[in-house]
Nanobody, 124 residues
Framework: VQLQASGGGLVQPGGSLRLSCAAS????????IGWFRQAPGKEREEVSCVSLSDSSAYYANSVKGRFTISADNAKNTVYLQMYSLQPEDTAVYSC??????????????????WGQGTQVTVSS
């Protein structure tokens, strides 16, 4: 099981980015895929997840309405489209594969396979 996150960068406030999480060694039907982020000096937090097997998706309140998670089975890749980015979205974003993603819940402890992070910096 391997996950490769990419797509981070520097963007101005109000801008957009799309992160990609390419999975290998399993299919997207096998695990839920979650996005997490960790800002300097802060604990890692859940951002969003998707479970194709359960047809569920979760968004943290801080990103609801601004971020959209999607999956491309053919490419075995999960995307996190981020709109209206703000400085407080600055963090290292990581993707992980796990067991649970409900519409109203995701938890870091349920994710067992982690990819490396990609830096997102929102600054003018």
């Amino acid at each position: 099981v391997q996950l490769q996150a990419s797509g981070g960068g520097l963007v101005q406030p109000g801008g957009s980015l799309r992160l990609s999480c390419a999975a290998s060694g399993f299919t997207l039907d096998d695990y839920a895929i979650g996005w997490f982020r960790q800002a300097p000096g802060k604990e890692r937090e859940e951002v969003s997840c998707v479970s194709l097997s359960d047809s569920s998706a979760y968004y943290a309140n801080s990103v609801k309405g601004r971020f959209t998670i999607s999956a491309d089975n053919a490419k075995n890749t999960v995307y996190l489209q981020m709109y209206s980015l703000q400085p407080e979205d600055t963090a290292v974003y990581s993707c992980a594969a796990g067991d649970i993603c409900y519409n109203d819940y995701m938890g870091e402890g349920d994710y067992h396979y982690w990819g490396q992070g990609t830096q997102v910096t929102v600054s003018s």
